[in-house]
C-alpha cells in the first residue's frame, strides 16, 4: 500500500493565467488606459496637450513624468499595471503591499534603472519610511534619467495616508486618473474572458456560463479582483 502510495504521480496543479491587455475591458476608463500604455511604450510623447487639465495636476504643454491612477476595489488597478509588466520590457512592477517586493525595490533603487516603474498598491504599502524616502528619491532623479512612475492607490494622491507631504504634493503634480468600475454588462464581459483565459470555453463571446456569471454579480461581492480569483 504504501509503495502504491509513493509510486503516484503528483497532479499537475494548474495555475492561475496572468493578466493579458488582450483580455481587458476598457469600460469608462479609455483616457486613462491610454496613457498607461504611453507610459509603458518609451518611444510614445508624453507632452500633455494643453486642453488636458482636468483631474491633472499637471499643466497643458508641459512632459508627464508620473501618471497616478486611483479608484476602489475592483477598479483595474492591479489588473492593468501587472497586465503591461507583462506586455513592455520596458516596464518593472512592484506590489507595495508585498513586504519582499517592497523591500527589494527599495534596495535595487541605488543599483537599477527602469525605464517605467509599475508601483501598484500604494494604500497598502508596507516598509513605511523607508518605501516613501525611496519613492521621493525616484521622483527628484526622474528629472535627469528621464525614468517614467505609473502609481496605483485607493485614493486621490493630496488624501493619500503617505507621512510625506512632499510625497503627496509630488504625486498631485503629474496626470491623476480616477478609474471607474465597470457596469455589469461589462463585468459579464470580464467574466467570460476569464473563463475563455482559464480554458473553460474557446471564444471569449460564447455565453455559456452567463447563468453562473449573472447568479455570481447579484449573490457574491461585486469586485471584480474578487471574482474572478473566485473563478481561479
Same mark, same amino acid.
Given at each position: ?20 491587455? *488582450? ?15 504611453? %507610459? ?38 492591479? %489588473? ?11 516596464? +518593472? ?11 527589494? %525595490? ?16 500604494? +494604500? ?21 534619467? +528621464? ?48 473563463? %475563455? ?10 455565453? *455559456? ?24
Amino acid at each position: 500500500m504504501a509503495d502504491d502510495l509513493l509510486s503516484q504521480q503528483p497532479l499537475a496543479l494548474m495555475t492561475a493565467p496572468q493578466p493579458s491587455l *488582450d483580455r481587458g475591458v476598457t469600460g469608462a476608463n479609455a483616457e486613462a488606459l491610454l496613457w498607461l500604455e504611453r %507610459f509603458c511604450q518609451p518611444e510614445q510623447p508624453m507632452v500633455v496637450a494643453k486642453s488636458r487639465r482636468a483631474g491633472s495636476g499637471l499643466a497643458g504643454g508641459l512632459a508627464a513624468t508620473s501618471l497616478y491612477l486611483w479608484g476602489p476595489p475592483g477598479s483595474g488597478k492591479s %489588473f492593468w499595471t501587472q497586465a503591461w509588466a507583462q506586455a513592455s520590457a520596458a516596464c +518593472h512592477y512592484v506590489d507595495l503591499q508585498d513586504s519582499d517586493e517592497a523591500l527589494a %525595490f527599495i534596495q535595487l533603487l541605488d543599483q537599477a534603472r527602469a525605464k517605467t516603474w509599475l508601483l501598484d498598491n500604494l +494604500h497598502k504599502a508596507v516598509e513605511g519610511e523607508r518605501l516613501e524616502a525611496a519613492l521621493f528619491k525616484l521622483f527628484v532623479r526622474s528629472a535627469e534619467t +528621464h525614468e517614467r512612475l505609473v502609481v496605483t492607490a485607493d485614493r486621490p494622491p493630496l488624501q493619500s495616508l503617505l507621512m510625506r507631504e512632499d510625497l503627496r504634493t509630488r504625486l498631485g503634480q503629474g496626470l491623476i486618473f480616477e478609474l471607474q468600475e465597470l457596469s455589469d454588462s461589462e463585468k459579464l464581459q470580464a467574466l467570460r474572458n476569464r473563463a %475563455f483565459e482559464l480554458g473553460w470555453m474557446n471564444q471569449p463571446s460564447r455565453a *455559456d456560463y452567463d447563468s453562473l456569471f449573472r447568479f455570481m454579480l447579484e449573490r457574491l461581492p461585486r469586485g471584480l479582483d474578487r471574482l474572478t480569483a473566485l473563478m481561479d
